[in-house]
């Protein structure tokens, strides 16, 4: 609420306009859950959810040579990745990864559905679906 009432204030327009889409989709996943208030791991969801609707869009928008709105895109991207919490690094992940394979007795790519869903279980929106599936992929065998 600050940060829309200071991009509001500073007319940044499209700063706003990425808060006020944020508020809205975490509101009506509050109602839709039921809840008056959703929990910071719910949030965090939602806020990924945004973050893969603009990596989507931008690919889309650069196959289709529509630069303009890939760049819309991209500092869309940039601000909502200000919401997220920091990511972890590679080799952070690697080491959770590895646990959570030794944990789950993992060995073949069949575990793999339960070794991602354990890690990000466990990195709480530090790391994206997709590295967590690339990194796992690496490390399971055929």
Known sequence: ????IKALKGKDALRASVIRL??????RSAIDSGKDQLSDD??????HNHVKQRNDS???FEKGKRR???EKEKQELELLKLYLP???SDQELETIVKAAMEELKALTKK????VIKLVLEKVKGS????????????????
């Open 1 to 4: 609420n600050k940060d829309l």
């Open 22 to 27: 944020l508020k809205s989709d975490i509101t």
């Open 42 to 47: 719910a949030i965090i969801k939602v806020i």
């Open 58 to 60: 931008i690919e889309q």
């Open 68 to 70: 303009d709105l890939a």
């Open 86 to 88: 920091k990511q972890i």
């Open 111 to 114: 575990d793999m559905g339960k």
């Open 127 to 142: 790391a994206d679906g997709k590295r967590v599936s690339q990194m796992t992929a690496r490390y399971l065998t055929g």
